[in-house]
């Protein structure tokens, strides 16, 4: 009996549909795309992309992915070591962690009013449903909606935080206000 000589990623590779609509785009080209849009380039998004596809119960695959990047990627030439894909998905982590900061402060700072974040958040909302949908997969109703509420709660604990700390003692003599004050903000 002859041995199975795909691995299961391989096998995986030739099912996923994953950056089709991609084919035959430019890596810098994608990359113009998306820093005009997010935080991260076309490497960091498609090797986070398939770490989380090709996590395993003990981790990721990620000498897996990198030696199949360019047949898993049709913007990507060129094999990755386990080294260089790790190095990447920890860059596109910390870039997703840093634009959350940068959103939070600006929220918590009142920076923007309740319609501006509102606005931030529809857009952010639509990018993040196109570069799903570039990858190939689609958000059910229930993730989405999921996804919707746990971003309403916490814009709700922002606000309550942003309130209680700009409105705990009164601007002009500093007397600490009590909740019926808080609350009526």
């Known amino acids: 009996m002859p041995e199975d000589t795909h691995s299961p990623a391989e096998s995986n590779a030739s099912e996923t549909d994953r ?3 991609l084919e035959g785009a430019d890596y810098d080209r994608v990359t113009e795309f998306l820093r005009d849009r997010v935080a991260f380039t076309a490497r960091e998004w498609a090797i986070a992309r398939l770490c989380a596809d090709f996590r395993t119960g003990t981790g990721v ?3 897996t992915v990198g030696e199949h990047l360019p047949d898993l990627v049709p913007f990507m030439d060129d094999q990755y070591t386990r080294q260089a894909v790790c190095q990447s998905r920890r860059s596109f982590e910390e870039k997703v962690r840093r634009a959350g900061a940068t959103f939070l402060y600006g929220a ?3 920076f923007f009013t309740a319609d501006e974040v509102d606005d931030i958040v529809y857009e952010a909302t639509e990018v993040a449903r196109f ?3 570039v990858e190939g997969a689609s958000l059910s109703p ?3 909606s999921n ?3 746990r971003i309403r709660a916490a814009m709700e604990a922002v606000h309550r935080s942003s309130r209680d700390l700009r409105y705990d003692r ?3 003599c500093g007397e600490r206000l009590g909740e019926d004050a ?3 903000e």
């Open 147 to 149: 996804a919707e509420e």
């Open 182 to 184: 808080i609350e009526s």
């Open 142 to 144: 229930t993730d989405e």
């Open 131 to 133: 570069l799903i949908e």
């Open 19 to 21: 950056f089709e609509r």
């Open 170 to 172: 009164c601007p002009n």
């Open 108 to 110: 918590y700072a009142d």
């Open 61 to 63: 695959e990620m000498t």
